[in-house]
């Protein structure tokens, strides 16, 4: 689908438009387009839901930039390092070819992720600086440093003869974020009394109505958790870029005088990144091969897995698979993150299986051991307080959160409003500020090494193969005579060769009936009309439908 907008009178302008985040919480990718230019805010991925089987990764659309816009890009501006935010950069960036703009922290997480895929030789990075403003072309950008679970989160001042934009990005209030800087409220207020025109904010936790709660007052639980099992081994999983809860950890640890066993690939490229950015500097911190040289009782494991993931450490320690990890009785397993919905059913698997090893389970629904990094609802009035802007343009959630946060906004003293969804084309105006159409939007999949459409032909075998398994039909045709000499059927996840060979027969006597009424020798001819047949003829025999696949060979 091509736009049927036409930006090019329109140039003048200045235009939002989000193509990732703003109708699912993750895989944030949000334009901002003035004077025929146009800017990148985060590139981020989300999670497949269930209905994406063997998926794990979804990225967003972005045959927008690459059809319309790609030569008018200035650059990618990321406000942070969170997967849903710069996760699709590696996937993508190939169709972009545009500087990446980032803090050194951002930038080395990007680099070594993207490093695994050739790129960094080809990208261009330009370090950007906290409380410091660069130029693209007519916009002028001011990093805004403001609290969340990872170091270097900025909000964006972005300004324009046109106005300014806030451009939140993830964010929270907290006095005692652990890592990087407590957000600034006479800085938020003072950009609000320069003038905001919209502002562009985090919707995540609009439900919650009390405070997100602070990382440095869980910590102070942490550590207690870890001192109140003297004699066990502790494990504690979290999301691998909570940079804030891998220090309140360490500091735990070390309070508690225990080690910790650092696991996942994920978890040790973060660590890495913090270390050189100089936000860990500590020497408890081992890998899985030192397991063995200390007490389990001095044991720290922290790991990954915190989502119930099927290939992630937790699940392994979980399934009794894991090469030097192995629980007992008594010992501690904590989920220090929140259970996002989707999620709940893989993760409380993984607590039932704890639980069959009499292993205790800590998580958030029974203990103080995590704090959200984003806005509760109490939070995000006192920042429109703060900002005052004109206009309020909740991104960063589900169509419920961001309709809500719109209500928030109004209940707040905020004018004027706007709703918006993937691929909505909003224009800003100090007049009057208003959507004026759509682009295209959507997601990609990512099939291991593959990207594929969201409407691919893959997935759509693929589920139909989950619910009603496949039937391969293999054939061995005498082209001179035109006869069948070997029929071979395989029913995988439809029928067992020893309790149904009644129903294969009857599936073999179908193919050579209906051959018999084939006067074409045209392999594909064939195989379209024997594929036809047996769908009918399955389903009457056993009421489903499976995936079926012929193969003719001739002698």
Known sequence: MNSTINFKKLQKELIFIPLGGSGEIGMNLNLYHYNGKWIIVDLGLGFAEPDLPGVDIIVPNINFIIKEIKKDILGIVLTHAHEDHIGAIQYLWSEIECPIYATKFTSLIVKSKCKEYGLTKKMKFVETVSNKSFQLNDFKITLVPITHSIPEMNGLVIETDKGKIFHTGDWKFDNEPVVGEATNEKTLSDIGKSGILALVGDSTNIFHKKHSGSEGELGRNLEKLLCDYPNNMIVVTTFASNIARLLSLVNAAKKAKRKIILQGRSLWKMYTAAKEAGYLQESIIYDEKHFKKFKRDEIVVICTGCQGEALAVTNKIANQTHPQIALKENDVVIFSSKI????????????????????????????????????????????????????????????????????????????????????????????????????????????????????????????????????????????????????????????????????????????????????????????????LSIKKHIKKLINKSPLVTINIFFI
Do not use: W
Not at 460 to 476: D, P, Y
Not at 511 to 518: G, K, P, R, Y
């Open 340 to 531: 996002i919905p989707g999620n709940e059913k893989r993760i409380y698997n993984l607590f039932n299986k704890l639980a069959e090893m009499n292993v205790n389970v800590l998580s958030e629904a029974n203990e103080f051991v995590h704090v959200s990094g984003h806005p509760s609802a109490i939070e995000v009035k006192k920042m429109f307080e703060l900002i005052k802007p004109q206009v309020a343009i909740p991104v960063h959630g589900e169509a419920i959160h961001i309709n809500e946060h719109c209500r928030v906004a109004k209940k707040s003293g905020v004018k004027h409003t706007i709703s918006v969804r993937n691929g909505d084309v909003v224009v800003i105006d100090p007049n009057e500020t208003k959507k004026i159409g759509k682009v295209e939007a959507g997601h990609y999949i990512i099939d291991g090494n593959l990207i594929l459409n969201s409407e691919s032909i893959i997935i759509n075998n693929r589920k139909t193969l989950g619910n009603n398994g496949a039937l391969f039909v293999s054939l061995i045709i005498n082209k001179v005579k035109k006869s069948i000499s070997q029929i071979f059927i395989s029913a995988p996840g439809v029928l067992e060769d020893d309790l149904d060979q009644d129903i294969l027969d009857s599936l073999k006597l179908n193919v050579s009936e209906t051959f018999t009424t084939i006067s074409t020798i045209d392999k594909n001819k064939i195989q379209n009309l024997l594929e």
